[in-house]
């Protein structure tokens, strides 16, 4: 039986040594083993967008193997009856027949078009936590940039992709971008002539965004992530305050095992709702909208939600049309401020704004820990006016389809748009400030008299009080003041002495815990010795 | 005075449009029957200068007819007036408008109208098929116009690819690429095809109800109008969607923007929160 | 390497081979050295109790549902019919059912490692050092250096090599540009294309107006309160080649008429209009959007893109939304053969507005 020379179990231990000793990866491994992530749902935010991103790839990859970016145009001879006969361009015809003549293509196609729609949401939502909690402070700056840049340049990708079927939709959206090119003071009608290699719409423009969606950009995006990913590496995870966390140190579980299982479950999990979007929501039905011809449009045209607050600024500016009587006299269309000033500007204070916060406040200091959107209540509020003025934008470019279904004037819903536009944001920032505030005080209250029993004691005189539990060994007079540590106070009486919800269980509550070892609440984390700090490591007021 | 205007060119435009067969030598008759038009706007616009000339009543109704007229007293009268002329400020006169008129309108109940509002909204339909009809034969006996074929299926020979492309050519503007509808310009809007019947699809053409633009026989021809009915019928809305269980309505992006933050988004929200979660 | 010595110092030397090591004390180990203190660490189950046998029955089930899945999506990609038929048959569920077995079948094989990584693996809090702290004298020791780099290179005291390489790169960086640039220019005024449709008069001929099938278009076909998309009669006018020339042609109504001749009168299209027709572009003056939703009894027109609303009685001015300029009128007549011809090519621009634009 020991006759082989071979032996399987060192086998491992054989392979890993004459790896090392070729590339001394033994240490560096060990250490990426090792990296301690902090553990929070708000985390796995940007996951979402990473992950759709990798099913952006798979899914792509499968579409450029039956589409044709071409605009020659043939006449259509497929199995979707209602339109043969018609003629179209190659474009269209060959995403009608990944639709209709490819096994299994139209899932294809829905899965990368619901991947993309997602990858566009996720980047915002995990945009909005990484602003409400001040994630994007120094040292991290760069990766707000980067971030901030990646949902530009997705926008880029989702609008090259959704042109390439030259579907009767999508023409209708290229259409006004060439009208934004063309916009542009002075040098619009050249841009526009060497975009489309003339006039609008000319024979190329689906290779060049075919070329652009599948590798310009994607590569751009590729880059922007891996930087992206590299940073929150380097630099290490940000984390919420809580006992033991401090400024100088990351609290939770290495990277693996545990860490890097809940990722590839997540992965999966991801693709699955995906691929049951892709399935189960019918999405661009490019055979409803016919091929693109210039003269044929639908009621409700919209581009894709991520590019519908663009589409939302236009339709509220009003005709303003700048003469310039110089010469034969020039023009600046009314078109040129919402779908070009604005996003310019809109880059430009996104990418800005850590610079601009830390100025105001003079905060030139690194953060490592998270701050609870309350405790900072200016930020908080211009965050909601911000997502007041983006929503505002997004649900102006449907107000066609609200003003149909719910039977407003669609002259009354632009109006409302464009006074909306100036007042809720404001309003929004007011509101956000205050309910801060409000939250503050109380955390402040809980903090000093304690939790709310509901237990109602009268008193010999005949009053009525409500009995509080400090949450501190009291003193003399029954108030024992804790300071604040940027972390949730406990509210209620079954949260006392628990992080994480002392009912445990996420849908319905474990009752009794069975045989586990169950430590009741939050692992019982000893700081070092030479460590006293504890609590947020961040001085508040 | 508009609804003087109204009247007359009403008349015209049914004589044009009429739905006879067309032929080369109609074409040779069109002075003849600009003439003839001609005549007929002076005899209408003296019938609307001297509202007290009944002389439109003389003629007698045939059986249907007089059954429809029964009814208009009843019904239809408050509105259009005594012999359909119309009343200023509450119901146009519908002297020409045709059976094709009276068909849509009465029987996608938006008339009679409950009350005055932008545009006349569908409704459960108050009168009978047999009622439509003697309505729709008394208002065609009173000054013609278009009037539907014959048949409830106007849609048996019709090609869906013709019609899709003349659907998107003449129709998605408003109805939107579904069928489904759109807002207009203040309030008003291009109603779903949804329930649309294939009689009232076709008498919508002919009639222009509203704000919709006529679409004559000589500019859409029956049978174009066979292959449109058809491609709504057939392909917009007995058609399953390939695409999924849901079709978000058809209303393109903006529903699929929402669904993405409410399923998608929701979901996996929901999935880091347990993935996440101490328990 | 001075963590090490450091950890070491106030323990007895760490040997890796100590055999009364467990494994975890050299993962412990491991992780000290990289700065992480593992201070708790707990399994969640007993190993061999009914809790862990139930879970890994739970985590198992996942992943037999996922083959069980996968294998339905297998059986429906290969088997169903799937090609397209009109009607709500089989083939529409196709998509739908490969979507719900790809996702259960994903789901639940996220769900199963989720589990197994959740539930199963002992729970653990790790403390690691960030080394935030920047050290100066390394800043000052690599600024050094780089100073040092450019001092050899001596371009203070040899100034011509830094000038002649920048002069001689610059032409360079424009060789790279050049062809990008200038392969991708082209004239937007060539052959005047932006000013000019399909209805310009060609050798002296008036170009008639016709349907989307080719047809000419006589006066009675279009009924009073009709309106029809109408192409220049040219070859290829009914194609994209030709996108900026549509128009739609209105049959207004007498009193209509009336008003809108009276105002064409006022913007110096007195002729524009034959009879109660009127023919404007398509094409709206905002984004370029058809704007083509006719509305028979106001006269309005509205683009659908951005609901810019052009009252046609009125020379199609703009009266709401963004659009800022009429919309270019066509002048039509009849021709001897008693079609509709363009008198001429539009006397405005068509389609969106531009910084040149007459």
């Known amino acids: 039986m020991k006759r082989r020379k071979f032996d399987i179990a060192a086998a491992p231990a054989n392979t890993g040594r004459a790896v090392d000793e070729r590339f001394q990866v033994a240490t560096p491994l060990r250490r990426l083993l090792n990296k301690v992530f902090p553990d929070h749902w708000s985390f796995l935010l940007g996951e979402i967008a990473l992950f759709s991103f990798i099913v952006l790839l798979l899914t792509g990859v499968f579409l450029t193997f039956f589409y044709e970016p071409a605009l020659t145009e043939v006449i259509y001879n497929g199995s979707y ?95 006004i971008a060439s009208a934004i090119m063309l916009s542009i003071p002075v040098i619009g009608s050249w841009v526009t002539a060497a975009v489309f290699n003339g006039e609008f719409p000319g024979t190329i423009i689906i290779s060049r965004f075919f070329i652009a969606h599948v590798l310009l950009i994607p590569g751009l995006l590729i880059a922007l992530i891996s930087v992206h990913l590299g940073l929150v590496f380097k630099q290490k995870h940000t984390q919420w305050p809580g006992p033991g966390r401090t400024n100088a140190n990351v609290v939770g579980e290495r990277m693996f095992p545990r860490y890097a299982i809940k990722q590839g479950g997540f992965f999966m999990v991801v693709f699955g709702v995906i691929a049951l979007l892709g399935g189960l929501f019918q999405i661009n039905p490019i055979w409803l909208f016919g091929p693109y011809e210039a003269w044929v449009v639908s009621a409700a045209s919209q581009p894709d939600w991520y590019v519908m607050f663009l589409d939302g600024s236009t339709r509220l500016m009003p005709d303003w049309q700048i003469d310039i009587p110089i010469g034969d006299g020039y023009v600046i269309p009314p078109l040129f401020w919402p779908t070009v000033v604005l996003p310019g500007i809109l880059v430009g204070l996104s990418t800005l704004y850590p610079f601009l916060e830390a100025r105001y406040l003079k905060d030139y200091r690194s953060h490592n820990l998270l701050q609870r ?21 997004t649900l102006s470019g449907a107000n066609d389809v609200i003003a149909d279904k719910f039977q407003i004037s669609l002259n009354a819903m632009t109006w409302a748009g464009r006074i909306g536009l100036l007042i809720l944001p404001p309003l929004a920032y007011y509101v956000t400030y205050r309910i801060c505030l409000g939250l503050q005080q109380h955390d402040r209250e809980v903090l000093a008299h304690g939790v709310e029993t509901g237990i109602i004691r009268r008193l010999p005189d005949g009053r009525f009080v409500e009995v509080h539990q400090p949450l501190s060994a009291a003193d003399g007079n029954g108030h024992g003041e804790l300071d604040y540590a940027g972390w949730v106070v406990p509210k209620k009486m079954n949260r006392l002495g628990a992080l994480g919800p002392a009912i445990r269980g996420f849908f319905y509550p474990i009752e009794k815990p069975v045989e586990a070892p169950v430590s009741p609440g939050h692992p019982p984390v000893e700081p070092r010795a030479e460590r006293e700090e504890i609590g947020s490591g961040e001085t508040r007021s | 005075m508009t609804s003087d205007n109204d009247r007359r060119r009403g008349l015209l435009a049914r004589l044009r449009g009429r739905p006879v067969a067309r032929s080369r030598g109609r074409r040779r008759l069109g002075a003849a029957v600009r003439l003839v038009a001609a005549l007929m706007l002076a005899g209408g616009a003296y019938t609307v200068l001297a509202p007290g000339a009944s002389a439109q009543e003389n003629p007698p109704l045939s059986g249907a007819a007089a059954e429809g007229k029964a009814l208009f007293d009843v019904s239809c009268v408050t509105c259009h007036g005594r012999n359909a002329q119309g009343v200023e400020g509450r119901g146009p006169s519908l002297i020409g408008v045709g059976a094709a008129s009276v068909e849509f309108q009465v029987s996608t109940g938006r008339m009679p109208m409950a009350r005055q509002e932008a545009q006349a909204a569908r409704k459960p339909e108050v009168f009978t098929r047999d009622e439509i009809d003697q309505l729709a034969a008394y208002v065609q006996e009173l000054g013609g116009g278009p009037v539907v074929p014959a048949g409830e299926n106007l849609h048996a020979d019709g090609n869906v690819a013709i019609g899709g492309e003349l659907y998107r050519i003449n129709c998605s503007q408003c109805h939107a690429f579904s069928g489904g509808g759109g807002a207009l310009s203040s309030g008003k809007y291009a109603p779903s095809l949804a329930p649309a019947t294939d009689r009232q699809i076709y008498a919508a053409m002919l009639s222009g109800p509203q704000n919709m633009p006529v679409f004559g026989d000589n500019q859409i021809t029956p049978e174009q109008k066979a292959d449109i009915i058809a491609y709504i019928q057939q392909s917009l809305k007995h058609d399953g969607d390939p695409g999924g269980f849901f079709n978000l309505g058809r209303y393109g992006p903006s529903t699929e923007g929402v669904a993405i933050f409410l399923v998608g988004i929701v979901a996996l929200v929901f999935a880091s929160l347990w993935i996440a979660g101490k328990s | 390497m001075s963590r090490q010595t450091e950890q070491s110092a106030g323990q007895e030397p760490f040997d890796v081979d100590d055999p009364r090591l467990t494994r975890f004390d050299v993962v412990r180990e491991g992780a000290r050295r990289d700065d992480i203190e593992i201070v708790h660490y707990e399994p969640q189950v007993v190993a061999g109790s009914k809790a862990e046998r139930r879970l890994v029955r739970t985590v198992a ?70 080394h935030g702290g920047v050290s100066t004298e390394d800043q000052k020791i690599t600024g050094q250096t780089m100073a040092y780099m450019v001092d050899e290179l001596g371009v203070k005291r040899r100034p011509l090599l830094g000038v002649s390489l920048l002069a001689g790169l610059a032409p360079v960086g424009a060789v790279v540009a050049a062809p990008l640039v200038g392969g991708l220019i082209s004239d937007p005024h060539k052959d005047d294309q932006m000013m000019t449709t399909g209805f310009a008069p060609r050798d002296g001929q008036k170009i008639r107006l016709v ?22 009669g040219v070859e290829h006018g009914v194609s994209n080649r030709y996108a900026d020339s549509p128009a739609l042609l209105i049959h207004l109504r007498d009193a209509d008429a009336e008003e809108s001749r009276r105002n064409n009168e006022r913007a110096g299209h007195g002729d524009y209009m034959w009879g109660n027709y009127a023919a404007y572009s398509k094409i709206c003056t905002h984004a370029g959007c058809p704007a083509s939703l006719y509305e028979q009894q106001t006269n309005r027109l509205l683009c659908p893109c951005h609901q810019s609303q052009f009252l046609i009685t009125d020379n ?43």
Do not use: C
């Open chain 1, 373 to 393: 959107p309350r405790d900072v209540p200016f930020r908080t509020g211009l965050g909601a006016m911000a997502v007041t003025f983006y929503v505002v934008l």
């Open chain 3, 211 to 232: 349907r989307e099938d080719g047809r000419p278009i006589r006066p009675a076909d279009i009924s009073a309160g009709g309106q029809i998309t109408v192409f220049p």
């Open chain 1, 81 to 175: 009856a209602p339109l043969r006969g018609t003629p179209m361009s190659v474009a269209y015809a060959s995403t009608l027949d990944i639709s209709f003549d490819v096994r299994g293509g139209l899932i294809m196609r829905q899965m990368h078009h619901w991947a993309a729609l997602l990858f566009m949401a996720a980047i915002v939502v995990h945009m909005l936590r990484v602003f409400f909690t001040g994630a994007f402070r120094k040292p991290r700056e760069t990766n707000w940039i980067i971030g901030s840049l990646l949902f530009w340049v997705g926008f880029l990708a989702g609008f090259t992709g959704y042109s390439l079927p030259d579907d009767g939709l999508s023409g209708t959206g290229l259409r």
């Open chain 3, 61 to 130: 089930g996942f992943f037999l549902l996922t083959g069980l899945a996968a294998t339905a999506f297998l059986v429906i990609y290969i088997w169903w019919p799937w090609e397209y038929q009109p009607g709500r048959g089989g083939d529409k569920l196709y998509t739908p059912l490969l979507g719900l077995t790809l996702g259960v079948a994903l789901l639940a094989v996220g769900f199963g490692i989720l589990t197994w990584g959740k539930k199963l693996l002992p729970k653990e809090v790790s403390i690691q050092d960030r």
């Open chain 3, 316 to 358: 199609a001015k703009p009266i709401f939304g963004p659009a800022s300029r009429r919309l270019p009128q066509l002048p039509i007549e009849v021709d001897a053969e008693g079609y509709f011809v363009a008198r001429s090519d539009y006397t405005e621009t068509v389609g969106p507005d531009f910084w040149e634009r007459p």
